[in-house]
């Protein structure tokens, strides 16, 4: 199947620092990506919508200034937590879908943010 | 707005066992249904999709979902558990109406297998 790629798979980082997760579609081009947002034992919540070559579709309370987006190419999206506090904590999903079938996405590994 | 809900937050079977998660839907149009597996560490994995056909789905690694409209239910079966299926299981629902290809997810269903 399709691989997607998450960088850095684990995070901690300060409070008030910027922190950059990347997302790749290693195979295959992707001119969507998602983002998801998974707390402790519950489930994955979208994020955005991440747009090649245009601005990204933030989902309902969503801070678009907080949580940065940009789809720089068809294999890369990165997310930038802005200013982060403890309550940003959380595991970061991307996904990607691939070929006609556009709802069958593939998923990255996720990246867990620590912010102390 | 679609929805997705999975009343079963655990659920714990014997190895060699049968097993049922249940997976309701809410959804204004026809949807496509999805099961994703997630074991800690690793991403999800798509187990199997219903876009259309045959209401009974055949997976991966043994697993099958039935669609049924009249209950809005895509419930996913296997007929014997092994102790590698432990891991947080997902139904997803998604669509070309209105949601394009946004996915909704469940809030997932915890199993663990006893030997």
């Known amino acids: 199947g399709a691989v997607v790629s998450q960088h850095p798979s684990w995070v901690i980082c300060k409070s008030g620092t910027s922190v950059k997760i990347e997302c790749r579609s290693l195979?295959?081009?992707?001119?969507?990506m998602f983002w998801y947002r998974q707390f402790p034992k519950q489930s994955l919540m979208l994020m955005a919508t991440s747009n090649e070559g245009s601005k990204a579709t933030y989902e309902q309370g969503v801070e678009k200034d907080k949580f940065l987006i940009n789809h720089a190419s068809l294999t890369l999206s990165t997310l930038t937590v802005t200013s982060a506090h403890p309550e940003d904590s959380s595991f970061y999903i991307c996904?990607?879908?691939?070929?006609?079938?556009?709802?069958?996405?593939?998923f990255g590994p996720g990246t867990r943010l620590t912010v102390l | 707005a679609q929805s997705v809900t999975q009343p079963d937050i655990h659920i714990t079977v014997s190895e060699g066992a049968s097993l049922e998660l249940r997976c309701n839907y809410s959804?204004?149009?026809?949807?496509?249904l999805f099961w994703y597996v997630q074991s800690p560490g690793q991403g999800l994995q798509l187990l199997l999709k219903?876009?259309?056909?045959?209401?009974l789905v055949q997976g991966i690694k043994g697993f099958e979902a039935e669609f049924k409209r009249s209950q809005s239910s895509f419930n996913l079966r296997k007929p014997s558990v092994h102790w590698s299926d432990a891991a947080e299981y997902f139904c997803a629902v998604g669509g070309v109406t209105g949601g394009g290809n946004k996915l909704t997810f469940g809030t997932g269903t915890q199993l663990k297998v006893e030997l």
């Open positions: 219903y876009f259309s056909g045959d209401t």
């Open positions: 996904s990607a879908p691939r070929g006609s079938l556009d709802n069958e996405q593939f």
């Open positions: 959804y204004g149009a026809t949807p496509y």
């Open positions: 195979d295959f081009q992707a001119t969507t």
